[in-house]
C-alpha cells in the first residue's frame, strides 16, 4: 500500500458515472415499480452509497478513507437506460476516485441483479470518472 502519512489533509472530491442499457419495457416497469423485486432505484442508491463506505474492503491495496458524503442519482433516461452519477468527498490524504468508481459500478450491478430475470440483454457501459478534485495533481475534469 502506498506510504500516505506525509501527504496533507485536503478536500478530495470525485465524481463518476454509468450507464445501464436495457430494453424500454425494462425501463417502463422500473419506472413504475413493476419489478417483482422490488424497488429499483431505492434500493441501487443505497447499494452504491454502501459500496463506496467498503471499496477498501473490495478494492486491493485502496486506503480505508473517511468519507464524508456520497451523493449518489439515478435518472432515467428514455427510451432505454438508466445513468448513475455518485459524488464521493472526503477531507484526506488521498482522493476518492475509487470509491465514487465502485459506487456507481456496484449500483449499476444491483438494478441488473433486480431486473435479469426480465431483460437478459442489459448492459452495464461507460463507467468514467467525470471529475475530480484536491491533491497534489490537482483539478481533472473529463
Not at 500500500?1 to 501527504?7: G, P, R, T
Not at 425494462?26 to 415499480?33: A, F, K
Not at 488521498?94 to 465502485?102: D, F, H, K, Q, Y
Not at 449499476?108 to 461507460?126: F, P, S
Request: a positive charge.
Amino acid at each position: 500500500m502506498v506510504d500516505v502519512s506525509a501527504k496533507p489533509l485536503t478536500c478530495r472530491k470525485a465524481t463518476a458515472e454509468a450507464r445501464v442499457q436495457m430494453q424500454p419495457a425494462t425501463l417502463s416497469l422500473i419506472r413504475n415499480q413493476a419489478i417483482s423485486k422490488g424497488d429499483v432505484l431505492a434500493t441501487a442508491r443505497i447499494a452504491g452509497i454502501m459500496a463506496a463506505k467498503k471499496t477498501s474492503d473490495l478494492i486491493p491495496l485502496c486506503h480505508p478513507l473517511p468519507i464524508d458524503s456520497v451523493e449518489l442519482e439515478i435518472q432515467l433516461r428514455e427510451p432505454d437506460s438508466a445513468v448513475i452519477t455518485a459524488t464521493v468527498q472526503t477531507f484526506w490524504r488521498t482522493g476518492v476516485e475509487m470509491e465514487a468508481l465502485t459506487a456507481v459500478t456496484t449500483a449499476a450491478l444491483t438494478i441488473y441483479d433486480m431486473c435479469k430475470a426480465l431483460d437478459r440483454g442489459m448492459r452495464i457501459e461507460q463507467v468514467i470518472l467525470l471529475e475530480k478534485t484536491g491533491g497534489r495533481s490537482g483539478h481533472f475534469q473529463r
